[in-house]
Nanobody, 122 residues
Framework: VQLQASGGGLVQAGGSLRLSCVAS????????VGWFRQAPGKEREAVAA????????TYADSVRGRFTISRDHAKNTVYLQMNSLKPEDTAVYYCAAKFRGVTVVAGDFDSWGQGTQVTVSS
């Protein structure tokens, strides 16, 4: 599956952005899809994921209650709605997919989109 991430940008603290991850080549309903981020000098971390099967969603503690991951099966797209953004959310955000994936470990994901930069100013 090929993934195309978009939607990043510059926003003030407290603002919102919606990232999109559009898939081609395969239907995302058969995949776990995760959003990961990497800030300069930091490890890549899992932000949110929607898992294969019953579509269970998981979130990092740092974003729970502020970010929401969702699927649009008709558009073969996964979104990450990010509200109440903080400067510490600044990072390059990546979407990734794993066929019938049930974990959110980055190393388990084998299809990655290009990153989209999110910058939150204070």
């Amino acid at each position: 599956v090929q993934l195309q991430a978009s939607g990043g940008g510059l926003v003030q603290a407290g603002g919102s952005l919606r990232l999109s991850c559009v898939a081609s080549g395969r239907t995302l309903s058969n995949y776990a899809v995760g959003w990961f981020r990497q800030a300069p000098g930091k490890e890549r971390e899992a932000v949110a994921a929607v898992l294969w099967g019953f579509g269970r969603t998981t979130y990092a503690d740092s974003v729970r209650g502020r970010f929401t991951i969702s699927r649009d099966h008709a558009k073969n797209t996964v979104y990450l709605q990010m509200n109440s953004l903080k400067p510490e959310d600044t990072a390059v955000y990546y979407c990734a997919a794993k066929f019938r994936g049930v974990t959110v470990v980055a190393g388990d994901f084998d299809s990655w989109g290009q990153g989209t930069q999110v910058t939150v100013s204070s």
